[in-house]
């Protein structure tokens, strides 16, 4: 399998890991798009929430309760944050497996997150 995210998952390649339980891993993105850029993974393999199964929706819950919490650890709960599933190419999505990322803390370039011009 040589998904980057797996890799990481398995503790086969390195990430500045920042949150992890039985059901997802959170970690610094490597190439933040805002001040605070932090990726909240699911630990199965699922390539995107196309492919997100009913059975899939404690996982879905999960990252969400935890981007909440990140929030609060990084003090951006008040001032505001972004919470996005890019989907697909199109969607910006590169890495085919599911993640959210948690934006905030004052926008780099004051940018859309994820997306690039064309
Ligand atoms: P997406 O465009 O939604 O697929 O987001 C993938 C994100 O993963 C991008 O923001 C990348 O900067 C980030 N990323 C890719 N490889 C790594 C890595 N090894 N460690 C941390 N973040 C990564
Ligand atoms: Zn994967």
Redesign the pocket.
């Known amino acids: 399998?040589d998904?980057i995210?797996?890799q990481i998952v398995q503790g086969k390649q390195k990430a500045d890991v920042v949150y992890g339980n039985d059901k997802l891993i959170a970690f610094k993105d490597i190439s933040p798009k805002a001040n605070i850029h932090l990726l909240v993974v699911s630990k199965k393999?699922i390539i995107s929430v196309n492919e997100l199964e009913n059975k899939d929706k404690g996982i879905v819950g999960e990252m969400v309760l935890a981007a909440k919490s990140l929030a609060k650890e990084f003090g951006i709960d008040q001032s505001g944050y972004r919470l996005v599933f890019n989907v697909g190419r199109g969607g910006g999505q590169i890495v085919d497996?599911l993640h959210l990322h948690l934006l905030g803390g004052g926008f780099l370039n004051n940018g859309q997150p994820g997306f690039t011009d064309n």
């Open positions: 399998m998904c995210f797996c393999h497996h």
